[in-house]
């Protein structure tokens, strides 16, 4: 069993959907220190996070603090890494692209389901919202299986 110590959270921008995972992970009860961070995969350049991203979040009492976006880098991942992406087009970038690779996962098919967590980018408060909830449901997933597997 993979003792993970790192998990990053990719998608595009990193300016939405990973920040707004992150944030939630890091808002919930886990039995371990796991570093938790996100990433882009086409960050051109640093921009803060999505404000409609930071309204959904702030009804939720949660905060981004500040992010940045930050492309994903050979130097965040080593064998001990996780790394949850929003889509399968993101994980199989990340497995052409990057080494240590073998623990990449989109985060529905790493808490057993299937599909993308689709882009709200350019869409309604409510097209946000609807993403934060899905993402909520996703990361409480997949922190009781890391929990899980930390107790066996
Ligand atoms: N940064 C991209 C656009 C982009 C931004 C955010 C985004 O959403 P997320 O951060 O959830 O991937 C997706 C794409 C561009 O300039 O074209």
Redesign the pocket.
Known sequence: MIKYEKVIFV??????????AATIYCSLETNSDIKVISR?????FS?P??PK?ETVLKSHNLELGGHI?KPLKQSDIDENTLILT?TEKQKLSIMELFEYTDNVYTIKEFVGETGDVT???GGTLLDYEE?YVELARLVKKTVYKLNEEEQL
């Open positions: 998608c595009t921008g990193n300016t939405c959907r990973s920040p707004m882009g995969l086409v960050v051109l921009e996070s999505n991203a976006s929003m882009d709200p980018y993403c």
